[in-house]
């Protein structure tokens, strides 16, 4: 069972590692279609920009996610 155990600790903190890098990436592309979506502006800038806004907010789950499992480990 320890073995187990430390197996399904190194798993979870794999997944928290991953999940974190994984947000970052999506977080750092959407800060460049957010500075595109300010240049191109008209009726379509803000309707861009409130799409990368619901991204932001979803990836909210990670911070969530991680501590969950971070607790559990």
């Not at 932001?56 to 789950?61: L, M």
Request: charged share 25%.
């Amino acid at each position: 069972k320890g073995e187990q155990l430390k197996s399904a600790h190194d798993e979870l903190s794999a997944v928290v590692e991953a999940t974190s890098t994984a947000t970052f990436q999506i977080i750092g592309e959407m800060e460049k279609l957010e500075k595109l979506a300010k240049e191109i502006g008209g009726d379509k800038g803000p309707q861009i920009i409130a799409c990368v806004t619901r991204v932001y907010e979803a990836c909210g789950f990670q911070d969530i996610t991680g501590q969950r499992i971070t607790k559990v480990v």
